[in-house]
Protein backbone atom coordinates (compact mmCIF):
# COMPACT_ATOMS: atom_id res chain seq x y z
CA UNK A 1 0.00 0.00 0.00
CA UNK A 2 1.12 3.60 -0.84
CA UNK A 3 2.51 5.46 2.34
CA UNK A 4 0.20 8.08 0.90
CA UNK A 5 -3.28 6.21 0.96
CA UNK A 6 -1.86 4.45 4.86
CA UNK A 7 -1.68 8.27 5.76
CA UNK A 8 -5.10 8.68 4.04
CA UNK A 9 -7.15 6.02 5.96
CA UNK A 10 -5.57 7.24 9.21
CA UNK A 11 -6.62 10.94 8.60
CA UNK A 12 -10.18 9.73 7.74
CA UNK A 13 -10.28 8.15 11.00
CA UNK A 14 -9.82 11.03 12.84
CA UNK A 15 -12.21 13.13 10.52
CA UNK A 16 -14.95 10.49 11.19
CA UNK A 17 -14.10 10.41 15.15
CA UNK A 18 -13.82 14.39 14.76
CA UNK A 19 -17.90 14.43 13.03
CA UNK A 20 -19.09 10.80 15.19
CA UNK A 21 -19.67 9.65 11.90
CA UNK A 22 -20.69 6.47 12.64
CA UNK A 23 -20.86 4.89 9.46
CA UNK A 24 -17.93 6.27 8.41
CA UNK A 25 -15.84 4.99 10.99
CA UNK A 26 -17.28 1.21 10.79
CA UNK A 27 -16.39 1.48 7.34
CA UNK A 28 -12.79 1.88 8.10
CA UNK A 29 -12.30 -0.87 10.18
CA UNK A 30 -11.71 -4.52 9.37
CA UNK A 31 -14.52 -6.82 11.21
CA UNK A 32 -11.47 -8.60 13.00
CA UNK A 33 -9.96 -4.87 13.84
CA UNK A 34 -7.91 -5.18 17.34
CA UNK A 35 -7.40 -1.77 19.62
CA UNK A 36 -4.92 -2.22 22.21
CA UNK A 37 -5.77 0.49 25.11
CA UNK A 38 -2.07 0.75 27.22
CA UNK A 39 -2.26 1.17 30.69
CA UNK A 40 -3.60 0.02 34.48
CA UNK A 41 -7.02 1.21 34.29
CA UNK A 42 -10.48 0.06 34.03
CA UNK A 43 -10.52 0.53 29.75
CA UNK A 44 -7.36 -0.51 29.45
CA UNK A 45 -6.25 -4.02 27.54
CA UNK A 46 -7.35 -5.35 24.11
CA UNK A 47 -10.31 -5.13 22.16
CA UNK A 48 -11.06 -7.77 19.50
CA UNK A 49 -13.58 -7.66 16.75
CA UNK A 50 -15.42 -4.46 15.30
CA UNK A 51 -18.59 -5.26 18.26
CA UNK A 52 -15.36 -5.49 21.55
CA UNK A 53 -14.18 -1.84 19.67
CA UNK A 54 -17.77 -0.31 19.66
CA UNK A 55 -18.73 -1.41 22.98
CA UNK A 56 -14.81 0.51 24.31
CA UNK A 57 -15.93 3.54 22.32
CA UNK A 58 -19.48 3.32 23.78
CA UNK A 59 -18.30 3.62 27.38
CA UNK A 60 -15.46 6.41 26.35
CA UNK A 61 -18.19 8.41 24.74
CA UNK A 62 -20.61 7.39 28.31
CA UNK A 63 -17.50 9.03 30.53
CA UNK A 64 -16.75 12.33 28.03
CA UNK A 65 -20.58 13.12 27.46
CA UNK A 66 -19.42 14.00 24.07
CA UNK A 67 -16.73 16.32 24.93
CA UNK A 68 -13.26 15.28 23.73
CA UNK A 69 -11.15 14.24 20.83
CA UNK A 70 -7.85 14.59 18.96
CA UNK A 71 -6.16 17.95 17.94
CA UNK A 72 -3.91 15.82 14.82
CA UNK A 73 -0.20 16.93 14.79
CA UNK A 74 1.34 14.35 12.14
CA UNK A 75 0.77 11.68 10.76
CA UNK A 76 3.33 9.20 9.19
CA UNK A 77 3.57 5.81 7.56
CA UNK A 78 5.71 3.26 5.86
CA UNK A 79 5.16 1.44 2.49
CA UNK A 80 4.39 -1.52 4.81
CA UNK A 81 0.80 -0.34 5.84
CA UNK A 82 1.86 1.26 9.39
CA UNK A 83 1.02 4.58 10.20
CA UNK A 84 1.54 6.58 13.27
CA UNK A 85 -0.40 9.87 14.63
CA UNK A 86 1.03 12.41 17.28
CA UNK A 87 -2.07 13.91 18.68
CA UNK A 88 -3.60 15.55 21.40
CA UNK A 89 -6.17 13.92 23.07
CA UNK A 90 -8.82 15.70 25.12
CA UNK A 91 -11.78 14.17 27.21
CA UNK A 92 -13.94 16.39 29.26
CA UNK A 93 -11.15 18.43 31.06
CA UNK A 94 -8.23 16.11 30.85
CA UNK A 95 -5.55 16.96 27.70
CA UNK A 96 -2.44 15.47 27.43
CA UNK A 97 -0.54 13.78 24.08
CA UNK A 98 -1.31 10.91 22.65
CA UNK A 99 0.56 8.56 19.89
CA UNK A 100 -1.11 6.15 18.19
CA UNK A 101 -0.09 3.63 15.64
CA UNK A 102 -2.37 1.58 12.98
CA UNK A 103 -1.81 -0.95 10.88
CA UNK A 104 -3.98 -0.61 7.84
CA UNK A 105 -4.78 -3.81 6.03
CA UNK A 106 -6.61 -3.54 2.57
CA UNK A 107 -7.70 0.02 2.81
CA UNK A 108 -8.78 -0.65 6.02
CA UNK A 109 -7.93 -0.23 9.65
CA UNK A 110 -7.09 -3.70 11.27
CA UNK A 111 -5.14 -2.60 14.67
CA UNK A 112 -4.40 0.43 16.51
CA UNK A 113 -2.16 0.79 19.73
CA UNK A 114 -3.39 3.56 21.81
CA UNK A 115 -0.35 5.04 24.01
CA UNK A 116 -0.62 8.28 26.14
CA UNK A 117 3.00 10.11 26.83
CA UNK A 118 1.34 10.43 30.14
CA UNK A 119 0.83 6.85 31.35
CA UNK A 120 0.56 7.57 34.96
CA UNK A 121 -1.73 10.64 34.32
CA UNK A 122 -4.05 8.71 31.65
CA UNK A 123 -4.26 5.67 34.53
CA UNK A 124 -5.75 8.26 37.72
CA UNK A 125 -8.06 10.10 34.75
CA UNK A 126 -9.45 6.64 33.81
CA UNK A 127 -9.38 5.33 37.56
CA UNK A 128 -11.40 8.06 39.04
CA UNK A 129 -13.76 8.54 35.40
CA UNK A 130 -15.22 5.12 35.28
CA UNK A 131 -17.93 3.76 37.11
CA UNK A 132 -17.88 1.12 39.31
CA UNK A 133 -13.75 1.06 39.14
Given at each position: ?A ?16 A????A??S ?12 R ?5 D???K????E?L??V???SG ?10 T?DE ?12 R???R ?12 L ?14 A?W ?7
Open positions: MIEDTIGVARRAYEAYAMDVAIDLMTDDHVLHVAGHPLSGYRGQAVWYGRTAIGRGGFDVHAIANGHAVALLTGTIDFVPVIHVWHVRGGQAEMWDASLDQYAEDFSKATPGS
